[in-house]
């Protein structure tokens, strides 16, 4: 079963729009970690966000925004103001204490495009 | 601080040869993660290692696929008689210590390209 959901296969925004990224996560653990990874077209892993499951507060960091709500199972990102180079595809995933060594699972990933 | 080196960054094998990927860990890391990311899809989990000792190998195919993090060295990621759809990104990811507060931090991926 898939325990990370991101429904939004791909997306296409024009510059300067807000775009909101979707996560649906399942687990039966109270304490967990939720993350944010960017993969541009040069293939890395960038970190973006962690976020663990006793701590609801949005977080923004400059055109980044995530919205984290426990009683929907969602970590929302949402990108203001969207720059071409945000052109990317973003994963959403989960740690949980169940995992062995804590390691991750991965949603599918959106693929965001950005166009001038 | 250098982060997680992989190498090579990209690999080209013929059907039937065997593929071997490796990955130096961030200094002080003892722990090591090993990823898949087939084409259009997420990461998943393949293996977990600590120095000399496989952890959880729940991810792994069964045939043709090993690991092995030495006591000195990186770890290695080996797969025998390749196919085609062994073509994938593999990437491995080092933390410190096992905690559910302890980030991994991600190499930048071997792609692996079976012909």
């Not at chain 1, 994963?91 to 804590?102: D, I, M, Q, V, W």
């Not at chain 2, 982060?3 to 013929?14: F, K």
Request: glycine share 6%; with cysteine.
């Amino acid at each position: 079963a898939q325990k990370v959901t991101q429904a939004q296969t791909e997306i296409s925004v024009v510059e300067k729009e807000d775009v909101t990224l979707d996560c649906v996560y399942e687990t039966r653990d109270t304490t967990y970690y939720l993350f944010w990874y960017k993969q541009p077209p040069s293939g890395e892993l960038v970190f973006l966000i962690r976020r663990n499951s006793f701590d609801e507060q949005n977080e923004i960091s400059g055109r980044y925004s995530w919205n984290f709500q426990k009683s929907t199972s969602s970590f929302n990102f949402t990108i203001t103001a969207s720059q071409v180079v945000d052109s990317a595809v973003y994963f959403c995933a989960l740690s949980e204490s169940s995992n062995s060594g804590y390691a991750l699972n991965f949603g599918k990933g959106t693929s965001l495009l950005v166009t001038p | 601080n250098a982060g997680v080196m992989q190498n090579p960054r990209h690999l080209v094998r013929r059907r039937g040869q065997e593929a071997r990927l490796r990955c130096s860990p961030m200094k002080g890391h003892s722990h090591v993660y090993w990823y898949r990311q087939l084409p259009e899809e997420g990461l998943k989990f393949m293996v977990y290692l600590q120095k000399e000792n496989i952890i959880d190998e729940s991810g792994m195919p069964k045939e043709r696929f090993s690991a092995e993090f030495p006591k000195e060295g990186p770890s290695i990621l080996r797969i025998q008689q390749v196919v085609r759809g062994d073509s994938a990104a593999y990437f491995c990811a080092s933390s410190p210590r096992v905690t559910l507060n302890t980030e991994a931090f991600f190499g930048q991926g071997t792609r692996l390209t079976v012909v």
